[in-house]
C-alpha cells in the first residue's frame, strides 16, 4: 500500500460524487472529483521547476485555495512541504531558506525580489492571493502520478522555535499525520456529512493538519475563510457543523450579540486548542449556545496528544486524555509521579516526529530512551488518566496561539545600541490571551526611547512576536543566584493588558 497520505485523501475524495471540497464566498471553488486532476497538473508544473520526492519547497503565501492546492500536490509528488509564517520577515525567512535547502521556494508576488536575492539555485515562483502570479505559467498538459512513498518518508518540516537558539525544523512523516488524522476521525466522529468552517493559518499543524485533514480524510467539505470575521463565521453556522480555533478566536465569538442557541443549532462540534482555554470562556460558551468546547493538547512535534471526550465530560481546565494509540507520562526527572503531581509530560506513539531536520544534537536532547518525546509543558494527571495543563517548564509565551520564545526577542533587543540586558516575559491580555513585554535595562549614560527599540525591531522580527510594550528600568530582579525573577516581573505587569 502507497505510505503516502494523499493517496488515501484521493481514495476518500473520489467517493464524494460532485461535492465541493472547498466553498468560499458560497462559490464552490474546488471539487472533490477534480482533486486527482487538479493536483496532478500543479505537481507536474513542480516537477518541471525540479521538484521530486524527497526535496524541499518552501511556500510563504497568502492563504488562498490555490494554497490549499499546492500543498496537495506538493505531497501528490512526494516533496517535502515547508509552509512559513506569512508574518515572518525577510531576515527570519534568510534562515528557514539557509536551513530547510528547497529546491522550490514559493513566495508572494510582492517578497520575489527579495526572496531571489535570499536563495542560491531554487527555483522561485510566485502565487497571490487571487490566482495571481508564475507558478501558473507553463502547467504542463501531462499530469504527474502520486508518488509512491513508504510510511517513514517525510511528508513536511514545520519550524518551531526553541528555548535556546535557533528555530528547528520538526520533520513529520506521512505515517505520523496519518495516525493523527486516522485517530481524531474515529475520536471526533468524522463523517463525509460534515462541513467544516475553516478559519485558521494553513502554515501550522492546527490549520493544515488537524482540520484540512480532519475534512479530507472524511470527505468534508470546507467553508474557506481568509480571514476570521465573527459575524460572517456565525453567519455560516447554519450551512457548517464543525469549527476548530485558538482561544482567541472562541473570545471574539462570545463578543458578538449573533452567537445564540439557535444561531449554533446546525453545528456538532466546537474545538479549541494550541493555548490554554479559559475555564470562563469555556462556561460563558456553553452558557450562550448550550455547546461545550472541547479542547485538545498538541505540538508541532507531535500533532495532536491529549483530547477531551466527544461523548463525555468536557471538563473546562482540562486537555482530556491521551489519544487512543499513544501513550503519556508526567515525570520529574527520571521518576513518574504520583496522580495529581505536576511534572512535565511527555508522549511516546506514531504521532511523534522523526527529529529535528539536520539537527541530531537538538533531537537527542528532547528525548528519553524509549522513544519518549518531553514536551516541556508541565502537566498533572488524574487517577484516571485525564490531563490538565499547569504551566511550562520551557520559556514560551502563546499569543493569540502562535507561539513566541522570550530568548529570541531578548537576543534582539540586547544587540541594540545602548542596551544593557533586557527580559521578555508574557503576561494575560484579554484578546490574545497572553501579550509580549521585554523589560530593559539601559547601558550606562544612555536614555532608551521604547518607540526607537519598536522601530528597530521591525525588519527583523514578525509583528506577532514584537512586543505590546517596553518598559525601560533601572534594573531587572535577580534571585541570589543572580537569575532574572521573571516571575516577579510578571506579576508587577500583570494588568497591563487585563482589558
Ligand atoms: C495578529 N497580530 C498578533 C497576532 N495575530 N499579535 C500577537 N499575536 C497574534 N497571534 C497582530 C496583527 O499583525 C495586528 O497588528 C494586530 O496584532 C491585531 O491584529 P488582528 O487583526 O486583531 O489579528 P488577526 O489578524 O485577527 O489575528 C488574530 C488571530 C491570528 C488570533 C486570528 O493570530 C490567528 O489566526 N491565530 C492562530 C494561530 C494558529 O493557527 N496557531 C496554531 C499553531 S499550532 P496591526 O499593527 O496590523 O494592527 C499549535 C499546535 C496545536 O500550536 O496544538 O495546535
Ligand atoms: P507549537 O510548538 O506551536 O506546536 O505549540 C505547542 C504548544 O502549545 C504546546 O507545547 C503547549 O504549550 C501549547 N498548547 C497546545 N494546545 C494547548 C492547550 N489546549 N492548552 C494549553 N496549551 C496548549
Same mark, same amino acid.
Given at each position: 500500500?502507497?505510505?503516502?497520505?494523499?493517496?488515501?485523501?484521493?481514495?476518500?475524495?473520489?467517493?464524494?460524487?460532485?461535492?465541493?471540497? +472547498?466553498?468560499?464566498?458560497?462559490?464552490?471553488?474546488?471539487?472533490?472529483?477534480?482533486?486527482?486532476?487538479?493536483?496532478?497538473?500543479?505537481?507536474?508544473?513542480?516537477?518541471?521547476?525540479?521538484?521530486?520526492?524527497?526535496?524541499?519547497?518552501?511556500?510563504?503565501?497568502?492563504?488562498?485555495?490555490?494554497?490549499?492546492? %499546492?500543498? /496537495?500536490?506538493?505531497?501528490?509528488?512526494?516533496?517535502?512541504?515547508?509552509?512559513?509564517?506569512?508574518?515572518?520577515?525577510?531576515?527570519?525567512?534568510?534562515?528557514?531558506?539557509?536551513?530547510?535547502?528547497?529546491?522550490?521556494?514559493?513566495?508572494?508576488?510582492?517578497? $520575489?525580489?527579495?526572496?531571489?536575492?535570499?536563495?542560491? &539555485?531554487?527555483?522561485?515562483?510566485?502565487?497571490? $492571493?487571487?490566482?495571481?502570479?508564475?507558478?501558473?505559467?507553463?502547467?504542463?498538459?501531462?499530469?504527474?502520478?502520486?508518488? $509512491? #512513498?513508504?510510511?517513514?518518508? #517525510?511528508?513536511?518540516?514545520?519550524?518551531?522555535?526553541?528555548?535556546?537558539?535557533?528555530?528547528?525544523?520538526?520533520?513529520?512523516?506521512?505515517?505520523?499525520?496519518? &495516525?493523527?488524522?486516522?485517530? /481524531?476521525?474515529?475520536?471526533?466522529?468524522?463523517?463525509?456529512?460534515?462541513?467544516?468552517?475553516?478559519?485558521?493559518?494553513?502554515? *501550522?499543524?492546527?490549520?493544515?493538519?488537524?482540520?484540512?485533514?480532519?475534512?479530507?480524510?472524511?470527505?468534508?467539505?470546507?467553508?474557506?475563510?481568509?480571514?476570521?470575521?465573527?459575524?460572517?463565521?456565525?453567519?455560516?453556522?447554519?450551512?457548517?457543523?464543525?469549527?476548530?480555533?485558538?482561544?482567541?478566536?472562541?473570545?471574539? +465569538?462570545?463578543?458578538?450579540?449573533?452567537?445564540?442557541?439557535?444561531?449554533?443549532?446546525?453545528?456538532?462540534?466546537?474545538?479549541?486548542?494550541?493555548?490554554?482555554? %479559559?475555564?470562563?470562556?469555556?462556561?460563558?460558551?456553553?452558557?450562550?449556545?448550550?455547546?461545550?468546547? +472541547?479542547?485538545?493538547?498538541?505540538?508541532?512535534?507531535?500533532?495532536?496528544?491529549?483530547?477531551?471526550?466527544?461523548?463525555?465530560?468536557?471538563?473546562?481546565?482540562?486537555?482530556?486524555?491521551? /489519544?487512543?494509540? $499513544?501513550?503519556?507520562?508526567?515525570?520529574?526527572?527520571?521518576?513518574?509521579?504520583?496522580?495529581?503531581?505536576?511534572?512535565?509530560?511527555?508522549?511516546?506513539?506514531?504521532?511523534?516526529?522523526?527529529?529535528?531536520?539536520?539537527?541530531?544534537?537538538?533531537?537527542?536532547?528532547?528525548?528519553?530512551?524509549?522513544?519518549?518525546?518531553?514536551?516541556?509543558?508541565?502537566?498533572?494527571?488524574?487517577?484516571?488518566?485525564?490531563?490538565?495543563?499547569?504551566?511550562?517548564?520551557?520559556? +514560551?509565551?502563546?499569543?493569540?496561539?502562535?507561539?513566541?520564545?522570550?530568548?529570541?526577542?531578548?537576543?534582539?533587543?540586547?544587540?541594540?545600541?545602548?542596551?544593557?540586558?533586557?527580559?521578555?516575559? !508574557?503576561?494575560?491580555?484579554?484578546?490574545?490571551?497572553?501579550?509580549?513585554?521585554?523589560?530593559?535595562?539601559?547601558?550606562? !549614560?544612555?536614555? /532608551?526611547?521604547?518607540?526607537?527599540?519598536?522601530?528597530?525591531?521591525?525588519?527583523?522580527?514578525?509583528?506577532?512576536?514584537?512586543?505590546? *510594550?517596553?518598559?525601560?528600568?533601572?534594573?531587572?530582579?535577580?534571585?541570589?543566584?543572580?537569575?532574572?525573577?521573571?516571575?516577579?516581573?510578571?506579576?508587577?505587569?500583570?494588568?497591563?493588558?487585563?482589558?
Amino acid at each position: 500500500m502507497n505510505g503516502n497520505i494523499f493517496s488515501r485523501f484521493l481514495s476518500v475524495a473520489a467517493e464524494q460524487g460532485d461535492k465541493p471540497f +472547498l466553498i468560499e464566498e458560497g462559490q464552490a471553488i474546488a471539487r472533490f472529483a477534480d482533486l486527482d486532476a487538479d493536483t496532478a497538473r500543479l505537481a507536474a508544473r513542480l516537477e518541471a521547476l525540479g521538484g521530486k520526492a524527497g526535496e524541499r519547497i518552501v511556500v510563504q503565501v497568502e492563504k488562498s485555495p490555490d494554497n490549499v492546492l %499546492l500543498y /496537495l500536490s506538493a505531497l501528490r509528488l512526494g516533496m517535502v512541504y515547508v509552509p512559513l509564517n506569512t508574518a515572518y520577515t525577510a531576515s527570519e525567512l534568510e534562515y528557514f531558506l539557509s536551513d530547510a535547502e528547497p529546491v522550490i521556494v514559493v513566495c508572494r508576488p510582492d517578497d $520575489e525580489a527579495t526572496v531571489r536575492g535570499l536563495v542560491g &539555485s531554487a527555483a522561485v515562483v510566485t502565487l497571490g $492571493e487571487d490566482s495571481s502570479g508564475s507558478l501558473y505559467d507553463d502547467v504542463p498538459d501531462e499530469g504527474a502520478p502520486v508518488a $509512491e #512513498l513508504g510510511p517513514d518518508d #517525510l511528508a513536511a518540516i514545520l519550524y518551531t522555535s526553541g528555548t535556546t537558539g535557533r528555530s528547528k525544523g520538526a520533520m513529520l512523516t506521512h505515517a505520523n499525520l496519518l &495516525s493523527n488524522a486516522e485517530t /481524531l476521525h474515529g475520536l471526533w466522529c468524522w463523517s463525509s456529512e460534515d462541513v467544516l468552517l475553516h478559519i485558521l493559518p494553513i502554515y *501550522h499543524v492546527h490549520g493544515l493538519f488537524v482540520a484540512l485533514h480532519g475534512a479530507l480524510l472524511a470527505g468534508a467539505t470546507i467553508l474557506f475563510h481568509r480571514n476570521f470575521d465573527p459575524a460572517k463565521i456565525i453567519g455560516e453556522f447554519d450551512a457548517a457543523t464543525v469549527l476548530m480555533g485558538v482561544p482567541t478566536h472562541y473570545g471574539r +465569538l462570545l463578543g458578538s450579540p449573533e452567537l445564540t442557541p439557535d444561531a449554533c443549532a446546525h453545528m456538532r462540534l466546537f474545538v479549541s486548542g494550541s493555548a490554554p482555554l %479559559l475555564a470562563e470562556v469555556h462556561d460563558r460558551f456553553a452558557e450562550q449556545t448550550g455547546q461545550r468546547i +472541547l479542547e485538545r493538547y498538541g505540538m508541532t512535534e507531535t500533532g495532536m496528544i491529549t483530547s477531551n471526550p466527544y461523548d463525555g465530560d468536557r471538563l473546562a481546565g482540562t486537555v482530556g486524555y491521551a /489519544l487512543p494509540g $499513544e501513550e503519556v507520562r508526567i515525570r520529574v526527572g527520571e521518576s513518574d509521579v504520583a496522580p495529581g503531581e505536576p511534572g512535565v509530560l511527555e508522549v511516546r506513539g506514531p504521532n511523534v516526529f522523526a527529529g529535528y531536520w539536520r539537527n541530531p544534537d537538538k533531537t537527542a536532547e528532547e528525548f528519553r530512551e524509549g522513544g519518549w518525546f518531553v514536551t516541556g509543558d508541565v502537566a498533572t494527571m488524574a487517577e484516571d488518566g485525564r490531563i490538565m495543563l499547569v504551566g511550562r517548564a520551557k520559556d +514560551l509565551i502563546i499569543s493569540g496561539g502562535l507561539n513566541v520564545y522570550p530568548k529570541e526577542i531578548e537576543e534582539a533587543i540586547d544587540a541594540l545600541p545602548g542596551v544593557e540586558e533586557s527580559a521578555v516575559i !508574557g503576561v494575560p491580555h484579554a484578546d490574545m490571551g497572553e501579550g509580549v513585554v521585554a523589560v530593559v535595562v539601559a547601558r550606562k !549614560g544612555v536614555v /532608551l526611547d521604547p518607540q526607537a527599540i519598536l522601530a528597530a525591531l521591525e525588519n527583523q522580527l514578525a509583528k506577532f512576536k514584537r512586543p505590546r *510594550h517596553i518598559a525601560v528600568v533601572d534594573a531587572l530582579p535577580r534571585n541570589a543566584m543572580g537569575k532574572v525573577q521573571k516571575a516577579e516581573l510578571r506579576r508587577v505587569y500583570a494588568v497591563l493588558f487585563a482589558g
